[in-house]
């Protein structure tokens, strides 16, 4: 008997697939439980207009998915890390700081997404995959600089200012 497949089941095939199985295993097991119905032209007429639907709003999907990417990939972040003697960073940039960085521009990333092999722990550019739905990939720049000490920052206006 001729199925086709509702499912994807383990050993037998994949959701779509046109099988020519035998009378039993088809009447027992696959029909009953709506695992695949009866390949006659209706059924194959009504699977082949649900794949071409499922197709097209596939490639509808694929298109936003990339050009939401082109955005997010057209941004620029500058994450400010706290340095000591030398310029050595005290701890690190992770993924979680550059999903807070995105947040804040408006564009929300799973920190999951974000493909960071290792904490960043150098001042610098850097070049930061982010794997959006659809193997659709956006690039961004993090800039890792130096953040000042509130201090200093404080200081710098008041010795401007004149004293009388």
């Avoid at 521009?105 to 610098?124: C, M, N, S, W, Y």
């Amino acid at each position: 008997m001729k199925v086709i497949l509702q499912e994807t089941l383990e050993g037998v095939g994949d959701l779509g697939d046109l099988l020519d199985v035998s009378n039993g295993f088809a009447r027992n097991y696959l029909l009953p439980r709506k695992k695949a119905v009866e390949a006659n032209s209706r059924n194959i007429k009504e699977f082949e207009h649900a794949k071409r639907a499922a197709a097209e709003k596939a490639k509808k999907e694929k298109q936003d998915i990339e050009a939401h990417g082109k955005k997010i990939s057209a941004v620029s972040l500058t994450v400010a890390a706290q340095v000591g003697k030398d310029d050595k960073m005290f701890g690190s940039v992770t993924a979680k700081d550059i999903a807070e960085g995105l947040a804040e521009q408006g564009f929300t990333v799973d920190r999951r997404k974000i493909q960071l092999a290792q904490p960043i722990k150098e001042l610098g550019t850097f070049a930061i995959a982010i794997k959006l739905p659809r193997e659709v990939t956006a690039t961004i720049a993090v800039h890792v600089v130096k953040k000042q000490d509130e201090q200093e920052a404080q200081a710098e206006p008041e010795e401007a200012a004149p004293t009388a």
